[in-house]
């Protein structure tokens, strides 16, 4: 999970702290922007699934959280 790349903006999902701190705001008012969940999305932490609106169209997707991203949760509890 280290960012190895030297130049540009920092990565915003490089440690597990950052990490924890996003997963503890999705499903909440104040959820990370769509690029940083899928950013978590590709290391396995979230995965998207369909959430029925009962409207026209494409389905919504919705963030869940994976075991993965539950296990440092719990870890990350002690780190405080």
């Given at each position: 999970m280290t960012n190895t790349v030297t130049?540009?903006?920092p990565s915003t999902?490089?440690?597990g702290?950052?990490?924890a701190k996003h997963l503890?705001?999705?499903g909440?008012?104040?959820a990370p922007?769509?690029?940083i969940v899928q950013q978590l999305a590709a290391q396995g932490y979230v995965e998207f699934a369909s959430k029925h609106t009962g409207k026209r169209g494409?389905?919504?997707l919705e963030p869940q959280l994976t075991g993965r991203a539950r296990a440092l949760l719990n870890l990350a509890r002690?780190?405080?």
């Open positions: 130049r540009g903006r999902v490089d440690t702290r950052k990490v503890r705001k999705i909440t008012e104040s922007s769509r690029y494409r389905p919504a002690n780190w405080n």
